[in-house]
């Protein structure tokens, strides 16, 4: 099993950036495939980014293609989600996540969460 945190959350102006960290404990973190998500206010939560787990592997939804980056680092037990240029679209609360599998864009495979962090994005 695997405790995630995440942070870096906040509020921010529409083109900023913001870099969202997800610190994992418990079992070794490089066994998990490791994804982002985000859930806006009366809409459903949607895989934003999914890394696999070396890292070699990424998957990023068409809205962020070109805007944010993901990285890991095994060592640290830590996945980061770099956010560029931020839009008002882009307000949710985004939580991270962690499968068994090597490498996956299907939330059913994601089975342990973060409590989220909250990121709102004004015009």
């Known amino acids: 099993q695997v405790q995630l945190v995440e942070s870096g959350g906040g509020l921010v102006q529409a083109g900023d950036s913001l870099r969202l960290s997800c610190a994992a404990s418990g079992r070794s973190f490089s066994s998990y495939a490791m994804g982002w998500f985000r859930q806006a206010p009366g809409k459903e939560r949607d895989l934003v980014v999914a890394?696999?787990?070396?890292?070699?592997?990424?998957y990023f939804a068409d809205s962020v293609k070109g805007r944010f980056t993901t990285s890991r680092d095994n060592d640290k037990n830590t996945i980061y989600l770099q956010m560029n240029d931020l839009k008002p679209e882009d307000t949710a609360v985004y939580y991270c996540?962690?499968?068994?599998?090597?490498?996956?864009?299907?939330?059913?495979?994601?089975?342990?969460w973060g409590q989220g962090t909250r990121v709102t994005v004004s015009s």
């Open positions: 890394i696999s787990r070396s890292g070699g592997y990424a």
């Open positions: 996540a962690a499968s068994s599998s090597a490498y996956t864009v299907a939330m059913r495979d994601y089975k342990y």
